[in-house]
């Protein structure tokens, strides 16, 4: 008689070992540095992601070294800052105009998420960018790593209600109360000083000892604009609106993009509403769900650690039971207000105080020289200038706020001496857009993405003016892997790379953001996502009904039958 197996619990994944041996995130990250090595291994590699920074290797750099008969990688690093709401003011945003010269490659990537990437930093450079970004009062802390990362918010300065501050407000408060209290980052980074006792003493009251599963990504927006895609957030806070204030939040759990080709026990997965707290119950509400996800997310296979799968695996009323044993208020149900508007906050507009705010449209994110195309010099030039604060859009985008009535026509003065589109000549398509960075940079990246996306919405541009669509509003995501970084599974298109220049065609979801997609079709060449979407396009333009958009017509049409027409070229 065979004995009766014994179900064992799966061994924690290497990841979580190198966390709790890291005497604070410290492992040996400043002894690493000080040899003058180029590079760091696996567990100072991941630890060094709490510090806001992500080794990577230059895949062009490689392959030209390899034509010339030389070897070996070519590292690197990006440095993400922290910087909640996308908020800044002109002195910051110039200090980190100055480091993308100084350190990194001459460009500044404002990223999908209200903040700043920068790339081709050596790790001589390291410490003195996160110590000059630390010293104009911004942080890289927590950007990346297995916590609560940038928190985001509506970035739209409207001055005459407050509830755009009182948003912008909690955003930071929830950033703050949230961050790690570990003194690692001080002390490796700004002046190698311990802050105290010794480092396994220290304690992280919210993240305990080896802090959580997987990142944590938090979000807040209004009903009538869902510019942040609150649905797509692992926490998301949906503000209730009252006599033009704030009175308290429906709160989303288990939003997040990321999948792995071949694996269907991982998925994309809209925010759930579990619970309703009032404001001053906020962060109260928001550490009970993190810490809920601290003692129960998967630290075995971090491929299905986010807390997407908590909620997915368990379904919202156990997560609201689960739950009541970590708030210290009685749990409210969500009120379940509807989310009606997307704002891309671009071009100009009044800010309710007499003043006015400026939105530019950066393509891709990516602040550069390039030719006649000057972005980085226009923007400098301009915020310098006007001494304006700054704030960055979850499309990738920048606002110029505070502005003097006479700002307009220095501002498009500027940008058109320097080759910049003004947003009034942007095409919907391209205002829209998102692309993640993929190739060369990313280690996870199958295909081309922030390079490729232009070429496709300029043949997209196009096929839509051929069709007589070029006023319609949709959205097209492209990213270079299924971790889908900007969002591709609620836009109206997605595009996932799939393979070499092969990409996974995503339809049916759309700008509001509430919506899955569906994938469409596999295997699609670049070179023929407009040609596969054309005749489709003209199908939606006599078939729809009066107020239906793209993403609205494929998703009635339905899976099957949209599969059915793309292959049969509709």
Same mark, same amino acid.
Not at 227 to 253: K, P
Not at 369 to 377: H, K, N, V
């Given at each position: ?18 966390? #709790? ?11 690493? @540095? ?10 100072? +590699? ?18 030209? *070294? &390899? ?24 002195? !910051? ?33 390291? *410490? ?11 942080? $890289? ?10 928190? @985001? ?5 409207? %001055? ?7 948003? !912008? ?12 209290? $570990? ?11 311990? !802050? ?79 619970? /309703? ?13 993190? +810490? ?6 998967? %630290? ?5 650690? %986010? ?18 044993? /970590? ?30 705010? /400026? ?21 400098? $030039? ?30 498009? *003065?500027?940008? %058109? ?84 220049? *092969? ?22 060449? &670049? ?11 003209? &199908?939606?333009?006599?078939?729809? =009904?009066? =107020? ?12 099957? !039958?949209?599969?059915?027409?793309? =292959?049969?070229? #509709?």
């Amino acid at each position: 008689m065979s004995e009766p197996e014994v179900s064992k619990t799966p061994a924690p994944s290497p990841v979580e070992g190198m966390k #709790a041996a890291s005497h604070g995130l410290r492992g040996g990250i400043a002894s690493i @540095m000080a040899s003058g090595a180029d590079h760091f291994e696996e567990t100072e +590699k991941q630890l060094l992601k709490f510090h806001g920074s992500y080794q990577q290797e230059d895949r062009d750099a490689r392959k030209s *070294k &390899r034509e010339d008969g030389q070897s070996g990688k070519f590292y690197m690093f990006m440095v993400r800052g922290r910087i909640p709401g996308g908020r800044m003011n002109a002195a !910051q945003y110039l200090v980190l105009d100055g480091l993308a010269d100084s350190h990194a490659n001459g460009t500044i990537r404002l990223t999908s998420r209200q903040s700043i990437q920068f790339y081709g930093i050596l790790m001589a450079g390291l *410490k003195p960018v996160i110590a000059a970004m630390n010293e104009c009062l911004l942080s $890289t802390l927590a950007a990346c790593g297995d916590v609560n990362r940038n928190v @985001m918010a509506c970035p739209a300065p409207i %001055r005459n209600s407050k509830v755009h501050d009182q948003l !912008q407000a909690d955003c930071h408060a929830l950033a703050m109360h949230l961050a790690p209290r $570990t003194s690692a980052y001080h002390e490796i980074w700004i002046d190698g000083k311990s !802050q105290g006792g010794a480092p396994e003493e220290e304690i992280e009251p919210i993240y305990g000892k080896v802090y959580l599963p997987r990142k944590f990504k938090t979000g807040f927006a209004l009903p009538n604009d869902n510019c942040i895609d609150i649905f797509a957030q692992d926490l998301g806070l949906l503000a209730d609106v009252h006599n033009g204030e704030i009175v308290g939040y429906d709160v989303l759990v288990g939003g997040g993009m990321g999948r792995t080709h071949g694996r269907v026990d991982t998925f994309a997965h809209l925010g759930q509403r579990i619970l /309703y707290c009032t404001r001053d119950q906020l962060l109260q509400a928001a550490e009970a769900i993190v +810490k809920l996800y601290r003692d129960n997310g998967n %630290r075995a296979d971090r491929k299905r650690a %986010r807390i997407k799968y908590l909620v997915a695996d368990l379904g919202v009323e156990k997560i609201r039971e689960m739950l009541k044993d /970590y708030l210290p208020f009685p749990l409210q149900l969500p009120k379940d207000m509807p989310v009606t508007g997307y704002d891309s906050h671009l071009g100009w507009n009044e800010q309710g105080d007499g003043r006015y705010w /400026y939105g530019i449209s950066v393509e891709n994110g990516r602040v550069k020289d390039d030719g006649a195309f000057r972005l980085r010099t226009a923007l400098r $030039t301009l915020i310098s200038d006007l001494s304006c604060e700054v704030r960055l859009t979850a499309q990738q985008d920048i606002l110029l706020c505070d502005l003097d009535h006479s700002a307009l026509p220095k501002i498009e *003065k500027i940008l %058109r001496e320097h080759g910049v589109q003004l947003p009034g000549d942007v095409s919907n398509v391209q205002r829209y857009s998102l692309a993640c960075p993929a190739i060369p940079t990313c280690s996870l990246a199958i295909c081309e993405s922030e390079r490729t996306l232009p070429t496709v919405i300029d043949e997209m541009e196009v096929a839509l003016k051929d069709l007589g669509l070029e006023n319609e509003k949709f959205s097209i995501r492209m990213t270079g892997c299924p971790n889908g970084c900007v969002r591709p599974y609620t836009s109206d298109i997605g595009l996932v790379g799939r393979s070499g220049d *092969k990409y996974l065609m995503f339809l049916g979801g759309r700008i509001l953001g509430d919506r899955q997609n569906f994938q469409a079709k596999d295997l699609v060449p &670049r070179a023929e996502i407009v040609s596969t979407l054309k005749p489709l396009l003209a &199908r939606f333009k006599h078939e729809r =009904t009066e =107020t239906e958009s793209f993403g609205d017509y494929c998703h009635r049409l339905g899976q099957e !039958q949209v599969k059915t027409l793309l =292959t049969t070229g #509709a």
